[in-house]
């Protein structure tokens, strides 16, 4: 009995013993574990780059690579173009610190580019596409990170954008039918039709293919055609406007102010003085006649007027010429009549 209570304590110890190296190992490699994290944690991280999304050609280009070293030092920074290298930074290094690798484009202004940043001279399109900087870690984790950015040089067209086929009056019901056209650029610029501020829809435009030149750049074309209403029309006014984009560095607009054409309205009514010259007269039976016929024809009846005579009647004449000193000339007409005595 006791033999076998002994034995039974003997097979806990051992089981103890064995469960207690366990936790040991498991504890050595969660530390272990621990310590590597945190080494990986005091090390290089946050690697973030600024690179231009468009680049005017024959301007300058600036890009920029941040990075947090975390106490470690900076073993190199590098560029690529794609994936060859155009420029390197090492700060340990004793003969050159910066170094330039040809690449057929691309020119690096030294005096201007560092640790955290490299400048591209006088930008051509045939350089647009990926660029990468890569940052390495010197001893003891030699941790190295690669950030990248697409960059697109600019060939910007030579004048703004030009409205056609747009005549300047239109009337309400008329069909308006015009082109856009941006010259050549790289890449084509981003034609926008505005109708009184408001972009049109699509069901209003034409869209046409774009054109390529030997420099192989690209011309753009975009029509608009839409029946225009009364609503159209702000105070008798329509504004149209074609606006031409490329990316951030290019912002160019043509624009048309298109009148209405309003109908005439014919008068329904005389003025008075035209009403006294068709009572008198007789003549002027037409509302729209001018100032200029209804002064001559005022001129024509007071002519008329003055050239008639009144005749005085016999009887009355007779007792005129006796109480009358004067003798009456004979011989004398009046109006193609002999005057009495004759």
Not at 145 to 150: K, L
Not at 198 to 221: C, G, H, R
């Amino acid at each position: 009995m006791i033999r076998k209570f002994n034995t039974k304590c003997k097979q806990k110890t051992k089981i103890r013993k064995v469960f207690s190296r366990i936790f040991q190992i498991l504890k050595m490699i969660i530390i272990t574990i621990l310590n590597y994290f945190k080494d990986i944690s005091v090390g290089l991280r946050d690697v973030r780059v600024t690179i231009p999304a468009a680049v005017k050609r024959g301007d300058n280009a600036l890009l920029i690579c941040n990075y947090d070293m975390e106490g470690d030092s900076l073993y190199s920074i590098k560029w690529y173009k794609g994936k060859r290298e155009f420029y390197r930074y090492t700060p340990k290094e004793t003969q050159s610190i910066i170094k330039t690798f040809p690449v057929a484009g691309i020119n690096v202004e030294t005096n201007l580019s560092n640790a955290s940043q490299v400048v591209i001279s006088q930008v051509d399109t045939n350089i647009s596409g990926k660029f990468s900087c890569e940052v390495s870690a010197d001893a003891p984790h030699f941790n190295t990170m690669i950030v990248s950015g697409e960059m697109n040089v600019v060939e910007i067209p030579e004048a703004k954008p030009v409205i056609d086929g747009i005549m300047a009056r239109y009337r309400p019901g008329d069909e308006l039918r015009g082109n856009c056209s941006s010259q050549y650029s790289k890449p084509a610029a981003n034609l926008t039709w505005m109708v009184n501020d408001v972009p049109a829809s699509p069901s209003q435009m034409i869209f046409y293919k774009l054109s390529k030149n030997d420099s192989n750049l690209e011309s753009t074309i975009l029509g608009i055609h839409f029946s225009i209403t009364q609503q159209h029309f702000i105070r008798g006014k329509l504004k149209l406007k074609c606006i031409a984009q490329i990316h951030e560095i290019y912002h160019q607009s043509d624009e048309r102010l298109i009148e209405e054409v309003r109908p005439k309205i014919l008068a329904t009514g005389t003025s008075n003085m035209n009403m006294y010259h068709s009572i008198n007269e007789g003549e002027l039976s037409n509302p729209n006649v001018g100032m200029t016929q209804y002064k001559a024809n005022k001129l024509k009846h007071s002519n008329k007027q003055q050239s008639q005579v009144r005749v005085t009647p016999p009887q009355r004449q007779s007792q005129q010429q006796q109480t009358s000193p004067l003798t009456p000339l004979r011989g004398l007409r009046f109006n193609g009549s002999a005057a009495p005595g004759d």
